[in-house]
């Protein structure tokens, strides 16, 4: 089973506007990690945001945010006033701390298109 | 700036031949660190995690013999491609962790591995 799921291979959004990016995850872990990260053309990993499993606020940075919904385990990057410059691959990851595992398992990733 | 630095950012070479690719680590000392692979248009597969001055941990299906991963210093850590065919063209990427639970884990800038 999939431990990372993005569900959207592609999203288009309209310059100014706010995109959410889905994500959800399957552990059994009790303690972990959920990241965002944002890959251009480029190929860098740009880290955005991180989430730990018992934080209780939801994460921001600047005009990223997180919804995270433990039950639901979903962990959704919510970008605001969309600029061209996000355009680019989105991947959702996770790290599983109880298993003392430190690598990150990606999703499949998302590609955000912001249109002027 | 860059935490972790990866060279060489693009690399071709013929096949048969040997290339390494480096990971270092700047401002830190890194216990851990992981090479993953990233195909056109698709996630970040973890091939192996490399531990200092131990052997790394190969993912299951990653042929240890054909990549290995030296792990000699705490800011070092290096993964060859031996005997490179073309299939081998990919995008490499290392990350870096400063252990524990949170999230301090920092990504090389990548590197393209082309194989003709």
């Known amino acids: 089973a999939q431990k990372i799921t993005q569900t959207q291979p592609g999203m288009f959004v309209q310059e100014k506007e706010a995109v959410t990016l889905d994500c959800t995850y399957d552990t059994s872990d009790q303690s972990y990690g959920l990241f965002w990260y944002k890959q251009p053309s480029s190929g860098e990993m740009i880290f955005l945001i991180y989430q730990g499993s018992y934080d209780e606020q939801n994460a921001t940075e600047g005009r990223y945010s997180l919804n995270f919904q433990k039950a639901r385990k979903s962990a959704n990057l919510v970008i605001s006033a969309s600029q061209l410059g996000d355009s680019a691959m989105y991947f959702c990851a996770m790290r599983e701390t109880d298993t003392g595992r430190r690598a990150l398992t990606f999703g499949s990733g998302t590609r955000l298109q912001v249109q002027p | 700036g860059a935490v972790v630095s990866q060279h060489p950012s693009r690399v071709i070479c013929k096949s048969g031949t040997s290339v390494k690719i480096e990971c270092r680590s700047l401002?830190?000392?890194?216990?851990?660190m992981f090479w993953y692979r990233q195909f056109p248009k698709k996630s970040l597969m973890l091939m192996a995690t490399s531990n200092e001055g131990s052997k790394a941990t190969y993912e299951q299906g990653v042929e240890k013999d054909k990549f290995l991963i030296n792990h000699a210093s705490l800011t070092l850590s290096t993964l060859t491609v031996t005997s490179a065919h073309p299939e081998d063209s990919s995008f490499y990427i290392c990350s870096a962790s400063t252990g524990g639970r949170g999230n301090t884990i920092y990504f090389g800038e990548g590197s393209w591995l082309t194989v003709v």
């Open positions: 401002d830190f000392q890194a216990t851990t």
